[in-house]
Each structure stands twice: as C-alpha cells, then as structure tokens.
C-alpha cells in the first residue's frame, strides 16, 4: 500500500497513531501501524511518502477486498475510514 497524507494529523509523535485495515463491522482484519510507522515521517499537519507491503497472509486482492483503511489518533478515528483500492494491469 502507498500514500501520503497532507491534512488531519494533529501530533508529530507517530506513536499517538494507529494505522489499521478494517471490515464493515470495524474489525480489525490488519495492524499496519508498524510499518507505516518504519517508513512515514510526521510532518503537522501530514507525512512523507510510505509504501507498507500486506503482511503474507494477505497476499491476494481478494484478502483485501472490502476493508477500509482507518487511521485513529489516541484512540479517535481521524477522518473517515477510506476503502482499499487496488489497481491492476
């Protein structure tokens, strides 16, 4: 997965975050929080680029399918939870 964010970020400490894929019910299906961790830098009121690879077990589109990315601040959802596109060729 590749992005960046530009607005919505409110501390520069990336430990205040959670980065997460979830299902319709708002179940977590994946923590990604580390590796964005590893590779976003905060930048208020956004971040730099990151790419985080799917761990193994989610290794096909259809793994993904239907989750939603949220990303929550100390607990509280920042923005709302934006679906996983994928785009092949």
Sequence with gaps: ????FNT???SPDMEDYE?????D????????TSGV????????????PFQVDFPFAMSSLSDVKGLSFQVTCK????GDAAPVVAIVA
């Design 8 to 10: 919505g970020l409110v």
């Design 75 to 78: 607990g509280t959802e920042v």
């Design 25 to 32: 019910a708002g179940t977590t299906g994946q923590d990604l």
């Design 19 to 23: 980065f997460l894929l979830i299902d």
């Design 37 to 48: 961790a590893r590779q976003a830098h905060i930048n208020v009121p956004g971040t730099s």
């Design 1 to 4: 997965m590749m992005g960046q």
